[in-house]
């Protein structure tokens, strides 16, 4: 599913990955650990195309992340930031679901149903506003975001 082959990035011409190669395989958990700056949200942000390495490959169920385009990889790939507020875009909780859902699904009754099972499951008001609950709370709907449109890949940052 996750492919990644010599993988190196570099910010303002200072190595932060160097070299990285690992497979992740369908219905595989994998866990990337290290200290603070260590380039571990690089590395998510690499594997999900929204950023290019340096060097090296990506690639997801065969497409390669410098080519693909981000909207494609988008329908394969769920994404949770570590901060919520640079994932939340909409101004109640229902809109910011459904927003995830128009990307993955174009049948309207599917996502009408899945909006409706999402807010149940998370016992969530669709008109509360995302930027009125608490952090926990955003990370949660951001969560119920990616998880309502059924992504192939979750990466949590």
Do not use: W
């Amino acid at each position: 599913m996750i492919n990644l082959q010599n993988v190196s990035f570099s910010y303002n011409n200072e190595k932060v990955l160097s070299n990285i190669s690992f497979h992740i395989e369908k219905g595989g958990f994998t866990a990337i650990i290290g200290s603070n700056g260590a380039g571990k949200s690089t590395l998510c942000r690499i594997m999900n195309g929204l950023i290019k390495p340096s060097s090296g490959t990506v690639t997801v169920n065969g497409m390669d992340t410098r080519t693909t385009k981000s909207s494609i990889l988008a329908r394969h790939i769920g994404f949770l930031f570590q901060n919520p507020d640079r994932q939340i875009c909409k101004n109640t909780v229902g809109e910011e679901i459904r927003f995830s859902l128009d990307i993955a699904f174009t049948d309207k009754n599917m996502i009408e149903k899945r909006l409706i099972e999402t807010l149940s499951l998370f016992d969530f008001d669709a008109d509360s506003n995302p930027f009125h609950l608490s952090r926990g709370e955003r990370q949660q709907v951001a969560l119920a975001s990616i998880i309502a449109a059924e992504p192939e890949i979750l990466i949590l940052d």
